[in-house]
T-cell receptor, first 114, second 112 residues
């Protein structure tokens, strides 16, 4: 099992460009999450999907959209990238419909917006 | 909004010493408290967690304590080793909820 995989690993964008970060899990988990990690601020929840077919906003959703493509895949889209979106992005998944289950994280995508 | 405060932000110890990281949470309804370890260039990985029905939990050299009245919880690492060097995050969440709140992280250095 690969666990949680993310692509790409690194990305540089210019202000105003768009891109989609991809995430997939092979653990048959119901719930998936997108976080961003900034120095000194820990992990902040952008969006989550409690189960296939549902998505909800987290703490910092502005400037992002998500798609739960199927049970395995959860993508994060930046429609018009801004320098404030420079960050490391982590996808995670958990087994049941409760967030209190262990979250398994992917290796991250390091995004720089110039 | 809800938050989790974590201290210290940086901790340096000698190999073999103990390390303690402390967190305080604001949401009194929180009842699940995981701790994650993040090594350089990798995603966070759960190392131990505690639920509100217990005050302490141990797993080999790692222990967590929880004081629900004071809304404090702590991570204790004994007999530290160089491979314990990493960033550690505490977090707080609720049963049935999805919005786990993370602390800002503690960078632990273990000097050989």
């Amino acid at each position: 099992n690969a666990g949680v995989t993310q692509t790409p690993k690194f990305q540089v964008l210019k202000t105003g460009q768009s891109m989609t970060l991809q995430c997939a899990q092979d653990m048959n988990h119901n719930s998936m999450y997108w976080y961003r990690q900034d120095p000194g601020m820990g992990l902040r929840l952008i969006y989550y999907s409690a189960s296939e077919g549902t998505t909800d906003k987290g703490e910092v959703p502005n400037g992002y959209n998500v798609s739960r493509l199927n049970k395995r895949e959860f993508s994060l889209r930046l429609e018009s990238a801004a320098p404030s979106q420079t960050s490391v992005y982590f996808c995670a998944s958990s087994g049941a419909s409760q967030a209190t289950d262990t979250q398994y994280f992917g290796p991250g995508t390091r995004l720089t917006v110039l | 909004g809800e938050n989790v405060e974590q201290h210290p932000s940086t901790l340096s110890v000698q190999e073999g010493d103990s390390a303690v990281i402390k967190c305080t949470y604001s949401d009194s309804a929180s009842n699940y408290f995981p701790w994650y370890k993040q090594e350089l260039g990798k995603g966070p990985q759960l190392i131990i967690d505690i639920r509100s029905n217990v005050g302490e939990k141990k797993d080999q050299r790692i222990a967590v304590t929880l004081n629900k009245t004071a809304k404090h919880f702590s991570l204790h690492i004994t007999e530290t080793q160089p491979e314990d060097s990493a960033v550690y995050f505490c977090a707080a969440g609720r049963t049935g909820g999805f919005k786990t709140i993370f602390g800002a992280g503690t960078r632990l250095f273990v000097k050989a």
